[in-house]
């Protein structure tokens, strides 16, 4: 049963996965883009925990971690870009 559920989830953000790329190269203007990043990012961050839960190694969380904070902050500067400039 649990083996269903994530194999559902994978497929679903596989498929949110797609639609945001797609987004990135179809989208309008900068900050559409920036946002469809963003969730790229979040949905890569969730298949690696996914991946840790399936490998059973929790040293990967850590790297799930940095890669969120590395992101918050690209996210920042990119709106702080696109704003006022750096």
């Known amino acids: 049963m649990v083996d269903t559920l994530f194999l559902t989830a994978g497929i679903i953000a596989f498929a949110a996965f797609v639609i ?10 900068f900050a ?31 790297i799930a971690l940095v890669y969120g904070l590395i992101s918050f902050i690209g996210v920042v500067a990119a709106a702080r870009y696109t704003e006022r400039g750096l």
């Open 32 to 62: 559409d883009r920036i946002v469809a990043l963003d969730t790229m990012t979040i949905i890569s961050l969730s298949g690696i925990v996914f991946f840790t839960h399936l490998l059973q190694r929790a040293i990967y969380i850590d």
């Open 20 to 29: 945001s790329f797609y987004r990135i190269i179809t989208g309008p203007d």
